[in-house]
């Protein structure tokens, strides 16, 4: 939607340049063709869905990179709808939390990217540069299942666990 938007607006600026020499209504055509594919394009993707906030128990898990590797402390671990995991940065930074739209299952990816306060992309959290930061995500309103997570500097390190939601 937001390509062939940006090519009508292209495709309107170049043909306004090519006929500037002969007439001036390029500018009013250019006018009339930006609007109308701007609102359609920037709705559907947020689709309304609100963080919910945590209302159980916070799990901790740590961000280590030393000289046995880089990990995530506890990997893997359980938990229950509505509780949150606060990642903290211990060593070897930076780090980040990142659930890979394409395994996060699907009728909970929307709630979990808005449960997500900052981010760089989608269900990518901002990097960890300095101990004791801290990034909790919330798993409010998050369906049963399995939520497998990595480090994006350290996943060729094997920097990644999984987050069962019961
Ligand atoms: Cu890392």
Do not use: W
């Amino acid at each position: 939607m937001r390509f062939y938007g940006l090519a009508l607006l292209a495709g309107a600026a170049v043909l306004g340049a090519c006929g500037g020499g002969e007439k001036k209504p390029a500018t009013d055509t250019a006018a009339t063709a930006a609007p109308a594919p701007s609102p359609s394009a920037a709705a559907p993707a947020a689709g309304g869905v609100a963080a919910i906030a945590a209302t159980g128990s916070t799990h901790e898990v740590k961000m280590i990179g030393d000289d046995k590797g880089y990990r995530f402390e506890p990997a893997n671990l359980t938990i229950k709808s509505g509780d949150a995991v606060k990642f903290v940065m211990i060593s070897g930074g930076p780090h980040n939390v990142a659930f890979d739209p394409n395994t996060v299952p699907a009728d909970s990816k929307a709630q979990l990217d808005a449960n997500m306060s900052t981010k760089m992309s989608e269900l990518s959290s901002p990097l960890l540069l300095n101990p004791n930061e801290a990034y909790t995500v919330s798993f409010g309103g998050i369906k049963p299942g399995k939520y497998p997570f990595h480090c994006t500097p350290h996943l060729p390190m094997n920097m990644k666990g999984v987050i069962t939601v019961q």
